[in-house]
DNA sequence: GTCTATAAACCGATAGAC
DNA sequence: GTCTATCGGTTTATAGAC
């Protein structure tokens, strides 16, 4: 065993198809965001890349691994978002910031849109671990805060914590933004706030403590 | 102008025509909450009516106005459940109540899925007069209860009414419900009540009156 | 109106030269 | 790896006989 033969470093040509494939995913979680899944195409993918469709096949095999690649950055990023999250919050504030984190991306268009009842993308998640394992970190972390807010009566505790995990999850594709948008007559910012309340306080009026 | 001349009755075959698209509209119905649109096709649409494409064509021009068709006759139903809501009951629970129908036909197959931000379908629906008005109605109708319970305080008076409004249409296209199903851990009787209670109280502790 | 057959366009994926 | 060119399959929509 020669430690020289031994990978030092990632090497040039390494560094830059790593780059490369960033890019193509910057272009692919727009699209996503913009038409979904089944009406992004992979002509429009190459063309926005600015290289040739054979091009993007060298780099990802499909184009359900092209949505699993780009949905599977999205969860690196909500894990490092979580990380970040001021320690010294309670546990409900620190899900209200990662329901907002979702919501902002959502309205700026990175969000990518994945059918939630379909089998060829769904399929392709499943059958890509990376994709499964940031999930199973992604959803520990916030089950922990689930729980503790729940002990702390800052969440209910007759909802069970699955309802919590997904309706947190639901926030961050919710429909609604994209009518109030819409409508014109909200910023960006406004919009946030509003869903951001309605995930946690629902339509009713807050109790005054 | 001779009197038999006017229309009398709709005929046997308009009534038979009627009672066709009739029928390919339910199909189009659960094919779309299904499959969604883009994955739902013309072929698929005529086999489950039990009919040639070409005659589907005779009925409805695209595929878009297939879709907008299906709506429409949503919006009928719809209507028709609001109207048939009991006038006992507070403005809060009738929007209640509609809310859970939604929930309810979503959770059984019975609601289409649009995608939301889609030219081609969103503008088929703008171009179909017929939808637009049954629109109107139900958001009039609704924006009356919202208002009533704002100022009875049923609801929060801080949230724009346009905000409730949208959030009741978007929880019933909510996946949070398909995620339950998924899990199988709940009956469909739960994830009604489930989705419901989240809606309008939201993730945190109810307060004790 | 209903059918069979087909046109016309699009899309995912690949071949092969460089 | 990147390109041009193309295959093979699918889909919307239509033509034309009955």
Not at 74 to 101: E, F, G, I
């Amino acid at each position: 065993m020669n430690a020289a033969t031994a990978p030092k470093k990632p090497s040039f040509k390494q560094q830059q198809m790593q780059f490369r494939e960033n890019a193509i995913l910057d272009s692919v979680n727009r699209l996503l965001s913009q038409k979904g899944f089944d009406l992004m195409t992979m002509d429009e993918v190459a063309a926005d890349v600015g290289i040739a469709k054979a091009s993007l096949y060298k780099h990802f095999p499909s184009k359900e691994s092209l949505a699993a690649a780009s949905m599977t950055r999205l969860l690196d990023h909500s894990l490092a978002v979580v990380n970040q999250v001021p320690s010294h919050l309670s546990s409900k504030d620190k899900l209200k910031l990662v329901v907002r984190w979702g919501i902002t991306l959502h309205i700026q268009g990175e969000m990518p849109y994945l059918p939630s009842t379909r089998s060829s993308i769904q399929q392709a998640l499943l059958g890509h671990p990376p994709y499964i394992e940031r999930l199973q970190d992604l959803t520990t972390q916030l089950g922990e805060w689930i729980l503790d807010a729940q002990e702390k009566g800052q969440l209910s505790a007759a909802l069970p914590a699955e309802v919590i995990l997904y309706s947190i999850f639901a926030r961050a594709c919710d429909p609604m933004a994209d009518f109030l948008k819409m409508g014109g007559a909200f910023t960006d910012s406004d919009i946030i706030d509003l869903l951001v309340h309605t995930c946690f306080d629902g339509l009713t009026p807050l109790r005054v403590d």
